[in-house]
């Protein structure tokens, strides 16, 4: 049986170990990314490095796609050293990134000119979901696109749900996705900052909320980061809720739709952002709340 060729564009912390679980199933993958060390670590999980996109693109038909936005994907697909240099005719490009569901829709139409077909599949689960195969994969795009690309999909998350029959409707899905995230994450920053406020002990109160009716999954996963006020180590980051949760604001002045939390949410992430911890996890939203301070007694 002749070895199946990806070629795999963009390995942060997900692409990363999306990656290494496609090598080990015993795809060649043929990887490029403007990191040297992930390049390396590439290499280490038995994938090829190579110097640019065409090259990784070079006897492949299938390329996945981890890059951070719509601007980046169709530069690495459509610009110089990109996919389209060595795409053949009938290739298809899995783009597992989160964007505007009219750029999915953008770049399904461009690939479709050029004979390539575009599936919009971005993803949710994190980086612990990338490196334990967990993610879930909402596609969208051609049946008969998605159906090749299962086994590809598969190997990298265990639930692939079809959510459209065209580019934009996976997009879309995942915008509804990080708008719930975001609210719930910046929920949870805000209460943990008012129980310090309160000056009570945030463990105890996380140990509480978290299981009870008030959790979340954010909470769950994030409150112990916040309790620990550890933010260095990054699994996502601030900043990355600022573009989901722009592009949420965007969708939803286009539909007339009043995305009130959300809106509000993503004034909190522009908050922390602009005290400095852009580039921290992104549990530091809490961080926004605190820098409030305190009224003076008998103010």
Known sequence: MTQQTIAFIGMGAMGAHSARRLAQAGFRVQGFDV??????????AGGHPCASAAQAMQGARHAV???????????VIFGPQGLGESAPEGATIISCVTMA?????????????????FVDAPVSGGMVGA?????????????AAIEQCRPIMETMGNRLVIVGTKAGDGAMVKTINQLLCGVHLAAAGEAMALARRAGLDPQAVWDVVSQSAAGSWMLSNRGPRMVARSFDQPTSTVDIFVKDLGIVADVARGLR???????SALQSFLGASGAGNGSRDDAAVTLFYENFAPPKPGG
């Open 131 to 143: 490196e334990q195969g967990t993610l879930t994969i909402m596609a969208s795009g051609q049946a």
């Open 257 to 263: 739709f009043p995305a009130a939390l959300a809106a």
């Open 65 to 75: 796609l981890f890059v951070v936005n719509g601007s980046q994907a169709a530069q």
């Open 101 to 117: 569901p009219t750029e999915a829709a953008d770049l399904a139409r461009r690939c479709a000119e050029r004979g390539w077909t």
């Open 35 to 44: 990191r040297a060390e992930a390049l390396q670590a590439l290499a280490a």
